[in-house]
């Protein structure tokens, strides 16, 4: 449910009796540039795959930097990303992060001037590496938690991190998943 305050969206809490399974996060949305070149990424200008990383960001932000290497590498049509890619992609944020276009939180990426982000469901990504814990966003992890508690006050430390998992399209909360949102 949506009230319209000043034609602004803002989303209301669950109706009574709702869970966390029900409540609905935006869906996770994969960046697909299109590169039209005949140099390898590495051998492309700084500046030229500084706009193709910020057309990722803009789309996935926040987002790992490995992730972007990877949207990168799929552009291109290659099957993997070695250090020369990687290496190419980093120069590249470097340059959009000196230009005042992208923030980076440690190995994450988002665009200037973005500081939260709602939990986002990746049930649906291709790329399966997103379901990684070491791939979510601190600040989107964060804001799942944050969200949970909000809207279920009273809950235990270990439902929150089940249900803040389940906002975020995680299907099982392991160890690895418990200790991120931990």
């Not at 540039?33 to 390898?40: G, N």
């Not at 590496?129 to 809950?155: C, D, F, N, Y």
């Not at 439902?159 to 909360?173: C, D, I, N, P």
Request: negative net charge; glycine residues 8%.
């Amino acid at each position: 449910d949506y009230v319209e305050v000043d034609k602004i969206g803002i989303e209301q809490g669950p109706a009574e009796g709702q869970n966390a399974e029900e409540l609905a996060s935006l869906p996770y949305v994969e960046a697909a540039p299109i590169v039209r070149s005949d140099l390898a990424p590495h051998e492309t200008a700084v500046w030229t795959l500084a706009e193709i990383v910020l057309e990722i960001v803009q789309t996935e932000g926040p987002v790992h930097s490995a992730e972007i290497a990877r949207r990168v590498r799929t552009a291109w049509g290659l099957r993997r990303a070695g250090a020369r890619i990687q290496e190419a992609t980093d120069d590249a944020l470097d340059y959009c992060v000196k230009n005042h276009d992208l923030q980076t939180n440690g190995k994450f990426y988002s665009t200037a001037g973005a500081y939260s982000v709602p939990p986002r469901d990746r049930s649906d990504v291709t790329q399966r590496s997103l379901l990684k814990p070491e791939s979510l966003p601190p600040t989107e992890m964060r804001g799942a938690l944050q969200r949970v508690i909000a809207e279920h006050v009273g809950v235990s430390g270990d439902e929150a991190v089940t249900m803040g998992a389940r906002l975020l399209g995680l299907k099982r909360t392991g160890a690895d998943v418990r200790k991120v949102l931990d």
